[in-house]
Nanobody, 124 residues
Framework: QVQLVESGGGLVQTGDSLRLSCAAS????????MGWFRQAPGKEREFVAALYWSGGSTYYTDSVKGRFTISRDNAKKTMYLQMNSLKPEDTAIYYC?????????????????WGQGTQVTVSS
């Protein structure tokens, strides 16, 4: 069974940076895609960024391009979301997600496994 545990959230000010982590366990992830999603109060969950665990492509929603960077460390089985130039509208609970094969496009937002989320609050 895949387990995902997020960490790194917190309260920051506009323009600050945060790095979220997602520790993955339970199996080998070489054929997996991993993603970050977020859900703001009163809004639906939205896609933020994704990558293939084996490396190569990344994919971002337009609102975070140039500010957020998704990456992973194979040895630590951990995925990261580096968030720079944070804005109040980035305030949300951030979730990491994973899906196994078959390989689909990173723009496909269907995922099988989810973490419990970590709160990010950006004050103005």
């Amino acid at each position: 069974q895949v387990q995902l545990v997020e960490s790194g959230g917190g309260l920051v000010q506009t323009g600050d940076s945060l790095r979220l982590s997602c520790a993955a366990s339970g199996r080998t992830f070489s054929n997996y895609a991993m993603g970050w999603f977020r859900q703001a109060p009163g809004k639906e969950r939205e896609f933020v960024a994704a990558l293939y665990w084996s490396g190569g492509s990344t994919y971002y929603t337009d609102s975070v391009k140039g500010r957020f960077t998704i990456s992973r460390d194979n040895a630590k089985k951990t995925m990261y979301l580096q968030m720079n130039s944070l804005k109040p509208e980035d305030t949300a609970i951030y979730y990491c997600a994973a899906r196994g094969p078959p390989l689909r496009l990173l723009s496909d937002t269907r995922y099988d496994y989810w973490g419990q989320g970590t709160q990010v609050t950006v004050s103005s």
